[in-house]
């Protein structure tokens, strides 16, 4: 098992920019990924972001490249998302999750953009 905990969410107005992290309680998985998912108010879940640990390369949903970046801090076992250039579709909560044989989720935090 792994705990994921999030944090650095809240309320930007458009164009805004915030920065989400991801920290999980152990890292002594092999072979695995970090990565956010979002979902928006009656929308169903959609993939944002997920990062190689041992590579560190990401991969980004089309509607978010350009505008976010995930990173990952290995000494501090975070995940970290940059979102810039914010708009009201971004508004969602976002779920951090862990991907090795099982993947695991954190409990989600709110994004809103709005004017």
């Given at each position: 098992q792994v705990q994921l905990v999030e944090s650095g969410g809240g309320s930007v107005q458009p164009g805004g920019s915030l920065r989400l992290s991801c920290l999980a309680s152990r890292n002594d998985f092999t072979n695995y990924s970090m990565g956010w998912y979002r979902q928006g108010p009656g929308k169903e879940r959609e993939f944002?972001?997920?990062?190689?640990?041992?590579?560190?390369?990401?991969?980004?949903?089309?509607a978010v490249k350009g505008r976010f970046t995930i990173s990952r801090d290995r000494a501090k076992n975070t995940a970290a998302l940059q979102l810039n250039n914010l708009t009201p579709e971004d508004t969602a909560v976002y779920y951090c999750y862990l991907q090795q044989t099982d993947r695991f989720w954190g409990q989600g935090i709110q994004v809103t953009v709005s004017s």
């Open positions: 944002v972001a997920a990062i190689s640990w041992e590579r560190g390369n990401g991969h980004y949903a089309d």
